[in-house]
């Protein structure tokens, strides 16, 4: 899947010649689920959308609003979704996140909802993809909490043009206006005369994005724009896909294969610790990752556990110690001999009316 860069633009409205660059090859899909809130960003991807289409029998288009049922003015923004999705010629679904709300981590819990519900949506359309209205100033923001959260090189690349659904590995997820401000969405809604919401918790101090949006505007004045921090997302994107690359090569030779779920990896000890940091570090998640059932550990956890290895390897080398295990994200990671060894953890022991039962191995720090 490709897509058109399009050049540096004015401050004005969008062209529908931008518009086709930014979609891109996408709009060649059958069918679409636009992900609409209602509010400037989401609202100018579904009329920049639908004005594409205007002369043309595909794609479909669906948009989608959740509603999440945590404001009062929830069901009156989906309405509005609704009625200009209908003067628009664009199919229109509300979907309701039910049950209840977690007192806190809000934010992320609605996140997750939104996807799970634009999933669904998606393979009820027939689509194959999930258009969502994240802007540059989403990429600046994205990049600035990832290094608040003090993330790795994968971390500060942001978010991509293309990607997956969150948790559904089967619907892309797309977005097409990455690399456009939001003041040019706006340019583009008040050109067109297309009204909008304006949610309020997205200027509320409780939560981290609008704590850095105000953050942004301290930036800027200092010269770090939402444009030079999209940059270095794209640098780091960069570099992440020449490392992804390496480390391929890295396990073609140190771990070629064949590889059935359920079977341990076994590495060479020195040739693996000999690596450059980095890859090592990256082999060892891969394999954590694939054969743990626990997920995609922490960086500061394996940064520990990659530590411990290599201090254990020094010792082998020199004849001291020549054995070391760890757990990790449902792994566990052995240093015997010549050996590295990723296996599959023992189940947890269960809480006894004595105490916490002990493992026969220390879990990672």
């Given at each position: ?64 609003t959740i509603d999440h049922r945590l404001r009062k003015q929830s069901a009156s923004e989906a309405l509005a979704v609704r009625r200009l999705a209908k003067t628009l010629n664009v199919e229109h ?172 990896a076994t590495v060479d000890a020195r040739a693996f610790l000999e690596l450059p940091q980095e890859l090592g570090l990256r082999l060892l998640e891969r394999l954590v990752i694939l054969i743990g ?48 060894t990723v296996e599959r953890a023992p189940p947890r022991r269960k809480a006894t009316k004595a105490g916490v039962a002990k493992t026969p191995f220390t879990k990672a720090r």
């Open positions: 899947m490709t897509v058109l860069m399009v050049g540096k633009a004015p401050n004005g409205p969008i062209s529908e010649a931008e518009a086709a660059a930014l979609f891109g090859t996408i709009y060649a899909a059958p069918v679409l689920v636009l992900a609409v809130s209602g509010g400037p960003d989401s609202t100018a991807l579904m009329w920049l959308a639908a004005r594409l289409r205007a002369d043309l029998p595909r794609p479909r288009l669906v948009a989608v679904r509300t979907l309701r996140w039910i049950g209840r709300k977690p007192k806190t981590g809000i934010q992320e819990a609605a996140r997750n909802a939104r996807y799970r519900l634009l999933a669904e949506a998606a393979r009820d359309a027939g689509a194959g993809h999930v258009l969502t209205a994240h802007t540059l100033d989403d990429q600046a923001e994205t990049v600035l909490f990832r290094m608040m959260r003090g993330s790795g090189i994968g971390g500060l690349a942001g978010m991509s043009w293309f990607a997956q659904v969150p948790g559904a590995g089967d619907i892309g997820l797309v977005r097409p206006l990455l690399q456009v401000p939001k003041a040019r969405l706006i340019a583009t809604l008040k050109a067109a005369k297309v009204p909008y919401a304006v949610d309020p918790s997205n200027s509320d101090p409780r939560f981290t994005r609008p704590r850095l949006r105000k953050l942004m505007r301290m930036l800027v004045r200092e010269g770090l724009t939402a444009e030079r921090l999209a940059k270095l997302a794209k640098r780091a994107e960069r570099t992440e896909g020449a490392l992804v690359s390496a480390l391929n090569d890295v396990q073609l030779a140190l771990w070629p294969g064949p590889w059935s779920p359920g079977d341990p059932d626990e997920g995609h550990p922490e960086l500061g956890q394996l940064e520990t556990l990659y530590a411990d290895l290599a201090k254990a390897g020094q010792g082998l080398w020199a004849g001291e110690s020549d054995f070391l295990r760890r757990t990790l994200a449902g792994a566990m990671v052995t240093l015997s001999g010549i050996k590295l």
